[in-house]
């Protein structure tokens, strides 16, 4: 699923810029995606457009989030790790922080790759139409082992 969900970030800069489900999976198809992977990866974002609209009411800037256990457990230490990183950075506001928490708990695996996680925020940034700083674009893409130290 997060393979599909990179190739559309990579070549549909919006979501309205992506075409319907039915000429979509065709696409995915002919790209060579599995048909299971693209159904669950549109099931994923017809949920992630849903979260979207249910906070984008949701501005207040000041916000303090307790993960429950079961939200530990789904996440993981490292993904809850980067989730606080991005918003001690004013990255990512609270409403895009749950919106990121509820689809990483969408997800079936159990705890979830932190690189997997990094593909969800950068969805969360896709689907609200915005575009993440140069210095989070690289955080989310480049692994730490591969980077130049200065």
Known sequence: MFEVLVYLYE??????ACPDHDQLTRKLSA?????DEIREA?????GLAET?????????????RVYSAAETERLG????????????????????REMVIDRASAVGES????????VIVLMVFWSLGEEP????LDELFVAPEERLIH
């Open 133 to 136: 700083d140069a210095l989070i």
């Open 42 to 46: 549109l099931v994923w974002l017809d």
């Open 111 to 118: 705890p979830l790759a932190l690189e997997d996680l990094k």
């Open 31 to 35: 790209v060579g995606f599995e048909s």
């Open 11 to 16: 070549n549909y800069w919006r979501p309205d």
């Open 77 to 96: 230490e490292d993904s809850i790790g980067f989730v606080s990183f991005l918003e001690s950075a004013g990255v990512l506001p609270p409403a895009m």
């Open 52 to 64: 979207a609209q249910a906070y984008a009411a949701d501005q207040s800037p000041d916000s303090l």
